[in-house]
């Protein structure tokens, strides 16, 4: 292409490129969001905070983080000047009816929200005695989580075993019966006591009709801390907790695998 063309359209090119619609800009999540409480999720992340009848507004971002009992509140520095009442902001926490309130650093209340939802926005007073008002817009707001999700949560949680009450390590050699489902028997295992190298073996009495049990193919046990863990041939394992009388996979994600010794 000739010089000269390339100066001719530049002008062109310039315009177009300022006639461009503009790309709305989303804020992320802030960081620790998908671990935070549930009672705070819907409010964690980026909101517009607006004075009432004015024009003046900023982009405030509740954090998960914690700042002494409440949360990290973030904002740039010249919403000290839009807004005066952030001028000592530095944290948030929510109110005995589960809406924030924006603080300082001494837990006292700058603006506090007496209504309004996490969906619709949120209208409250500030210590300034003005009205404000908290949307969400276009920032990204984290999904409160369903039952099915914190159902998923609390099975994926490795629970805390006291090996103080867990069964003693002497009398875990034995037959056991392999369950998929209670009382209804899959295989059985026995488990070896451990021979003078320390090895401790493991391995199915008879065939095992169970698939997933079989690929496993247990060959070894180990006992530590009142969890005790099936290890299969290729050196990867399984932890087991004792409750009710039985030992229960643990976290308990997966197919679930219930063990209970049989009477000698």
């Known amino acids: 292409m000739e010089k000269g063309l390339i100066r001719r359209l530049l002008p062109l090119l310039i315009l177009g490129a300022g006639s461009l619609p ?24 980026a909101w517009e ?8 507004s900023c982009t405030v971002t509740l954090g998960a983080e914690a700042a002494g009992s409440m949360h990290r509140l973030r904002f740039p520095a010249t919403c000290r000047r839009a807004l005066p009442v952030l001028d000592t902001a530095t944290a948030w926490a929510l109110t005995v009816d589960g809406r924030p309130r924006i603080t300082d650093d001494t837990g006292k209340e700058l603006v506090s929200f007496q209504s309004g939802t996490a969906e619709t926005g949120l209208d409250g007073k500030g210590s300034d005695g003005k009205t404000y008002r908290l ?7 984290i999904a409160p989580q369903t039952a099915q999700d914190r159902a998923g949560t609390a099975a994926r949680r490795i629970t805390v075993v006291d090996p103080a ?28 006591a451990p021979s003078t190298d320390g090895h401790r073996p493991a391995a199915f009495e008879g065939l095992c009709p169970d698939t997933g049990l079989t690929i496993f193919d247990p060959v070894g046990w180990r006992y530590t801390g009142g969890r005790l863990t099936l290890v299969a041939r290729r050196g990867h394992g399984t932890d087991l907790v004792f409750e009710n009388g039985q030992w229960r996979k643990d976290p308990a994600v ?4 219930l063990m209970r010794k049989l009477a000698p």
Not at 22 to 45: C, F, H, M, N, S
Not at 173 to 183: E, F
Not at 254 to 257: E, V
């Open 22 to 45: 503009a790309v709305a800009q989303t804020a992320p999540l802030p960081r620790g969001a998908d671990k935070a409480p549930e009672a705070i999720r819907p409010w964690l992340g």
């Open 49 to 56: 905070l607006e004075l009432a009848g004015a024009s003046r």
């Open 135 to 141: 949307a969400s817009r276009n920032h990204s707001r």
């Open 165 to 192: 009450t867990a069964p003693a390590p002497e009398t875990l050699p034995g037959r056991y019966v392999l369950m998929r489902q209670q009382n209804r028997e899959a295989c059985r295992l026995v488990l070896s």
């Open 254 to 257: 997966g197919a679930p695998l």
